[in-house]
């Protein structure tokens, strides 16, 4: 086997980012003991922790670190002390700033229910059993970035609040074509969600997906579904989805109640894809949880999964890649658990202690 370099920007940001990215590391570390992989870390901040160090929440200097890598590797960013902070400053903006400059478009947020925490979902185990959803988002569009925005005075004592929900063809398509073509390698079928029975957007959204899908993909299967009615089917027969391709917006919630339906949030591990060549980011679908920051009881798994997708999508060693996901299959099944997923009979182990088994595991 020839030796592979690589080039990763880690950026552990802020909260419980950090002791996640502690254990990332020892994957990393095994990965160059044992399977003849090398990598160059560049480390910096990201967040709060860059606002505190260098003024603004995502430097430049380290913008252009993440240009240079294959990967980006990101913990989590915000913190209630950041509350106060101007918009363009806040630890939020630098991760945007970061989707944005790069152009990662895509945003690939798999909900995939593990059967050894199947009692840790709140739906019923048989809605969800072997549960496997991928939502692909739209990520550098739409009302996150939509122009005019602001807060208005309107001088009577009164003021507006003003975002703009807005999408062109091209930015659908090559979002639609993420989804589509990752439904072939999978259930090959695609739901697209958006509100076009109010929105001019989402009518637009609709035409446009369907055209592509008409030009490109027919051989998959097309439904389309407003944004509404996907929230509630998620949650009544979350089994009929394979891909769901959506906005932006629509993409941050449905994301988050397809994440619920898995019971574990400190599980799931988020992909964000640009043009060929850009650096992919990859980062847990949960927060920075600042509550229990600090102690050893945050999951490291979803942050460890998503250098896994990292190594798929951005790295080309899908075989690794596959070596990670099954050993936390494992660790699952033997009843390893933190904090956030422990049940009765299971063994309950801090941070540290679930990355060192999972080297174990892999070893
Ligand atoms: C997410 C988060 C972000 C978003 C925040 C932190 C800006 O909720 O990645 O889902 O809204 O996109
Ligand atoms: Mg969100």
Redesign the pocket.
């Known amino acids: 086997m020839s030796n592979k370099e690589f080039t990763l920007t880690i950026l552990p940001g802020d909260g419980i980012g950090p002791e996640a990215m502690t254990e990332v590391r020892k994957v990393i570390g095994w990965l160059e003991d044992s399977e003849d992989l090398s990598f160059t870390l560049h480390e910096d901040d990201i967040g709060g922790a860059a606002y505190e160090r260098y003024g603004e929440p995502l430097a430049d200097e380290t913008l252009d670190k993440c240009r240079a890598s294959d990967a980006i590797i990101m913990g989590s960013?915000?913190g209630q002390q950041w509350d106060n902070v101007d918009y363009n400053k806040r630890p939020?903006a630098g991760?945007?700033k970061l989707r944005k400059e790069l152009q990662l478009f895509a945003n690939l947020r798999p909900a995939l229910v593990f059967d050894a925490l199947i009692d840790a979902s709140t739906l019923k185990p048989e809605i969800v059993k072997g549960l496997d959803i991928l939502i692909v988002r739209e990520l550098t569009g739409g009302v996150y970035f939509g122009e005019p925005r602001g807060i208005e005075d309107l001088g009577n004592g009164q003021r507006r609040g003003v975002n703009t929900q807005v999408y062109e063809t091209y930015e659908i398509e090559r979002v639609g074509r993420v989804a589509f073509d990752l439904a072939r390698k999978r259930g090959n079928k695609v739901h697209s969600c958006e509100k076009a029975n109010v929105m001019e957007s989402g009518k637009l959204w609709r035409e446009d997906m369907t055209a592509l899908h008409k030009a490109e993909f027919s051989d998959v299967n097309l439904e389309h579904m407003y944004a509404d009615n996907c929230a509630m089917q998620l949650l009544r027969n979350p089994s009929q989805f394979d891909v769901i391709v959506t906005d932006n917006l629509f993409g941050?919630i449905l994301?988050d109640a397809a994440a619920m339906l898995t019971g574990s949030l400190g599980m799931l591990p988020s992909a964000s894809l640009g043009a060929k060549g850009v650096a992919g980011l990859y980062e847990p679908v949960h927060?920075s949880a600042p509550d229990i920051a600090g102690q050893g009881k945050a999951n490291p798994l979803a942050t460890i999964l998503s250098f896994a997708m990292a190594l798929r999508y951005s790295l080309d060693c899908g075989a690794q890649a596959d070596k990670i996901e099954q050993a936390v299959q494992a660790l699952l099944t033997k009843g390893i658990r933190t904090p956030d997923i422990m049940a009765n009979g299971c063994t309950e182990v801090n941070t540290s202690q679930m990355g060192d088994a999972l080297i174990k595991e892999l070893s």
Do not use: I
Request: charged share 25%; net charge negative.
């Open positions: 960013v915000g939020e991760l945007l941050d994301s927060g």
